[in-house]
């Protein structure tokens, strides 16, 4: 485990995840069973296979990737794969992260990272990123890094296939690995960046997940080297202390090369051999960091967190050590058995969190394999506020119930289910799997732990491993699994202090452990009771947009279907409804009037609860979509061709039958409050709460309502407002993806197309569309809680919609070259900002309403030095024209990205959704980016004179309650 453990442990910190717990699966556990008898090897018997750790497995890996080591220890992986056409991902992996830091080195590891985009031998400092803007890549999206505690991973994303992109990647990527030339002025010019991100990262969720680590991992260096690191490193590490990093551990050996894409795999190899062979380790090796352990006879323990912004939580977690396993089939079959009774658990949590009276807004139950140290068990929950004893005691004796009473058959069965579809839809999408989803988990397997494989081959051994698995073995196994564990450690975050800290959650849990559990209640599944909608409809108008491959159909009660057949994802659809309201019909008297409508999904549907929805549709590729956006109602689903007439019969249920049930009511009211402690903690957070408000000159519309009003909204008063647009409002509906075009005509004729008449088009509602930019450009200052030097600045310059395409166009690419700008200046030269940001927000909804801005987080000291800097490069846009070169460097990325997301079904369900209310909105696609590629430098001072001007803008900063105190 690398960075997992720390994602999964960030879960319970973030933002709430309703519907849905992400849980990460562990590749070993247990003692390997006795060895079979010697069989003929199922894999390749190559030194690349014995480095890739897949020779001895009897799992067949991936035949089509190119495996590879070179002779100074090099790992390689290369596949040909043409999702999206005609890019390359590179991913270049070293195993070191700041597990290998020394005390005064702690945050070098990282530093590192940072340095590799700081000169080498045949790139001098400052001219990397510039090189790769001005072949196509934006800085962040195409290129970027990230260090880890055991491992740093450097990510190009190559916008097309060409020899000399590909050549460019490959030297960039043998500059980090053996040519960083770390120039001790470089790296002096690094620290105030460096020094941003860390202060940035600085909240209360960064805290409490080191004192989470810190409670559960006494014994071991983990809480301790926080890939950050700490300030006085950061200040003072002299240059020679990274080089000593850098030659330990930057070395072929301890590197992994892997690329996917639309390449020849046999020319890429060559030019890897001729690139990288020659590359030697400087000096001595470093040795594999020890990193200590976890005291696994430790008593039973408890630790808290206090924080005015952290959500309210519990967890209770226990060790054992790790036994290495190699991946085999036995393994995964074991594996499947104990992950399908983690889900069920999961489940179980999640039906709860759903019942009216819960004390949880969402559980969990995960499981983590700590480099190869210990193996770790974790059963949580976001609490509902103030009720942490609750919690606590519930997923004590979830927990318990699972392994004294096991499962129900109904359970696995529904957990199967899942599973043979994901398998199913895996399989049919194999011809069009991403490529930097392919690279980043064969970067994953660089470390030995699983063998990559084909997902007909996954499919297979779960096929093979599936008919055992009734009750009685998942129960089995699942206890089996919770065997030899540790005494528990439990842990709870609070806004408030616990009364009794410690020993009152210890005493909490023991009471716990002292309530006898029930056996679980076999629940019969009941059908889908929304099957018939009546008469399929008839089709009044059908006609095609041949140059974009559209069409566009209208069915005799007014229902708009707009179809675009792709071949981007095999055996993927995504289905839109609009319905004609959204929250344009909240009104500046009653501006929550529709705010529930955003959540009513949660509200189930007459007949059936969320929950039981799960249920009915477990193996489905189908999932609950409906909600609010500014002028409709509706949603969007990623389904299949085989699920897309059910996922249209369950949104348009969600139409016709909305259950505005209690439970789901009582769910957002738990949800509010975690997330209102939370809008003030981060300078980013309280611009986030205020900014829209002040912006639209304190239209209530777009203000941030207060908790207590959000509290006392219901249901009740929601159905009214809503009703005349679920019975008569326009409907149009959007389908993109891999489907037969009758086939989505049938289904969404069955469905929608067979409602009562519908209103022709959709409502403009003129007046409801007005928002004005402040009036009061008076600069503002927000207060936020968390450190005293975190601070942010914005400037913002009203501008206008995006109704005219060039302009439009040319306003976004001039929003890129002052953030290219922004860059060079406040990073670079001032070092101040880790991450300067500028952008173009021009409304589609809102007439003439639209605005530029410029960010930057900063320290508190640094807010009027950057603020000169943004209004001096305000007036250099306006006083001379852009320079070649920087234009060069902000419209190819562009212009690439826009051409690289015409390949995507997303780009095209934002066309498609509206093709008929919105058919003058297709010269957007058409036309889009022949508008950035002819745009001069003369036209950007032109729109830069006309719109950034110092008079007219407006400045908002974010401060610390604790600044200059």
């Known amino acids: 485990m690398t960075k997992n453990l720390v994602r999964r442990a960030s879960t319970a910190l973030s933002p709430l995840a309703l519907l849905a717990v992400s849980i990460a699966p562990a590749y070993a556990r247990e003692a390997p069973a006795k060895a079979a008898p010697a069989t003929a090897a199922v894999n390749p018997q190559s030194a690349a296979a014995t480095a890739w750790n897949f020779a001895a497995s009897d799992i067949s890996v991936d035949p089509n990737i190119v495996f590879g080591v070179l002779p100074n220890g090099m790992k390689y992986a290369l596949l040909k ?122 909240t209360y969720q960064l805290r409490s997940l080191i004192d989470q680590l810190d409670f559960q991992m006494k014994g071991m260096k983990v809480a301790s080297r926080i890939p950050v690191g700490t300030e006085d490193v950061i200040k003072t590490a002299p240059a020679a202390r990274l080089r000593d990093l850098y030659d330990r551990y930057y070395r072929p050996e301890r590197a992994t090369l892997v690329m996917v894409g639309d390449f020849d795999p046999a020319a890429v190899e060559a030019k890897i051999k001729v690139r990288f062979s020659d590359w030697k380790g400087r000096g001595p090796a470093g040795a594999d960091p020890v990193i200590g352990n976890v005291d696994y006879a430790r008593a039973a323990a408890a630790d808290d967190f206090v924080d005015p912004a952290i959500q309210d939580s519990v967890t209770v977690a226990a060790f054992k050590p790790w036994v290495e396993e190699a991946d085999t089939r036995a393994k995964r079959a074991r594996n499947l058995a104990e992950d399908v009774g983690e889900a069920i658990v999961n489940r179980r949590l999640a039906k709860i969190a759903l019942n009216e009276d819960s004390p949880i807004l969402a559980g969990y139950f995960n499981d983590a394999a700590g480099w190869k140290v210990f193996d770790q068990v974790t059963v949580g929950a976001v609490a509902k506020e103030g009720a942490w004893k609750e919690a606590l005691a519930l997923v004590e004796q979830e927990q318990r119930r699972a392994i004294e009473h096991g499962f129900t058959q109904a359970e696995v069965a529904e957990q199967l289910a899942n599973r043979r579809t994901a398998l199913k839809n895996a399989v049919a999408g194999v011809t069009t799997r991403r490529s930097d989803g392919l690279a980043d988990a064969l970067i994953a397997a660089a470390k030995g732990d699983f063998v990559f494989t084909r997902p007909e081959t996954s499919q297979a051994l779960f096929e093979a491993a599936a008919p055992s698995l009734n009750a009685a073995a998942v129960t089995a196994a699942f206890r089996k699994r919770m065997e030899g564990f540790s005494a528990p450690l439990a842990r709870v975050t609070a806004k408030k202090p616990v009364e009794g800290g410690a020993g009152a959650i210890l005493a909490t849990l023991r009471a716990s452990t002292e309530v006898a559990v029930a056996a679980p209640t076999e629940a019969a599944n009941a059908a889908f009771a929304y099957d018939n909608f009546g008469t399929p409809g008839k089709i009044v108008g059908d006609e095609r947009v041949e140059d974009l491959g559209i069409r566009r159909i209208r069915f005799a009660n007014n229902v708009m279907l707009n179809i675009k057949q792709t071949d981007f994802q095999k055996d993927r659809v995504m289905l839109s409804l609009r319905v004609d309201g959204g929250n344009l019909l909240a009104t500046r008297e009653d501006p929550t009037k529709v705010a529930l409508a955003g959540s009513i999904m949660l509200g189930g549907l007459e007949a059936h609860g969320v929950d039981e929805l799960r249920s009915i549709f477990a193996g489905k590729t189908v999932s609950p979509s409906f909600g609010s956006d500014t002028d409709a109602f509706g949603g969007s689903a990623l389904t299949s061709p085989e699920d897309f007439g059910l996922q249209a019969k369950l949104m348009a249920a ?82 993109v993806g891999d489907i037969d075009e009758q086939a989505a005509i049938d289904a969404i004729a069955a469905t929608f197309g067979a409602l009562p008449e519908r209103r022709a088009a959709f409502d403009p509602r003129a007046d409801a569309r007005i928002r ?113 070169d920087l234009i060069d460097r902000a419209r190819k990325p562009l212009v690439e990205s826009m051409i690289k997301s015409r390949r995507e079904n997303a780009y095209w369900l934002n066309y498609v959704a509206q093709a008929a209310s919105h058919a003058d909105r297709l010269d957007r696609s058409r036309k889009g980016i022949g508008e950035v590629e002819a745009a001069t430098p003369a036209d950007l001072r032109v729109l830069a004179r006309r719109y950034l001007v110092d008079d007219k803008a407006l400045v908002i900063k974010a401060v610390s309650d604790k600044a200059g105190k």
Do not use: C
Not at 85 to 100: C, E, I, Q, Y
Not at 145 to 174: C, H, Q, V, W
Not at 826 to 853: T, W
């Open 81 to 202: 794969n043409s999702t999206p056409k005609d890019s390359v991902v590179l991913r270049m992996r070293f195993d070191v992260g700041s597990f290998a830091e020394a005390d005064d080195q702690r945050g070098l590891a990282h530093f590192l990272e940072h340095m590799a985009f700081n000169g080498s031998t045949n790139v001098p400092e400052g001219e990397m990123i510039k090189l790769l803007e001005r072949k196509g890549l934006a800085f962040g999206a195409d290129t970027n890094a990230s260090t880890g505690f055991d491992e740093t991973i450097y990510k190009l994303d190559l916008p097309n296939a060409s020899d000399d992109l590909i050549d460019t990647g490959l030297m960039l990527m043998r500059e980090t690995g053996g040519n960083l030339t770390i120039d001790p002025a470089a790296v002096d010019r690094e620290r105030g960046i460096i020094l941003s991100e860390r202060r940035a990262r600085d």
């Open 654 to 735: 969600f139409l016709t039958h909305p259950g505005y049930r209690p439970d789901g009511l009582a769910l957002i009211r738990r949800v509010l409050p975690q997330q209102y402690a939370a809008n003030d903690a981060t300078p980013a957070a309280v611009l986030g709460r205020d900014t829209g408000g002040i912006l639209a000159n304190n239209d209530p519309r777009s203000q941030t309502p207060p908790l207590e009003k959000l509290m006392t909204l219901d249901w009740a008063q929601l159905k009214p407002v809503v009703a005349d647009s679920f019975a008569h409002g326009a409907i149009e509906i959007g389908v």
């Open 772 to 884: 004005q930019f402040a009036a009061d450009r008076s600069e503002r200052t927000l207060i936020h809680k968390g450190p005293a030097e975190q601070a942010e600045l914005r400037v913002y310059w009203p501008a206008r919609d995006d109704s005219d395409l060039a302009e439009a166009m040319r306003l976004n690419l001039l929003a890129r070259v002052m953030q290219l700008m922004l860059t060079e200046e406040l990073r670079e030269k001032l070092g101040e900002s880790y991450s300067p940001g500028a952008a173009a927000s021009l409304s589609d909804e809102f007439p003439g309403y639209g605005h530029l801005f410029a960010a930057s987080n900063v320290d508190f000291k640094d807010l009027a030095t950057t603020r000169a800097a943004i209004f001096a490069i305000a007036k250099e846009l306006r006083d001379k024209p852009v320079d070649p």
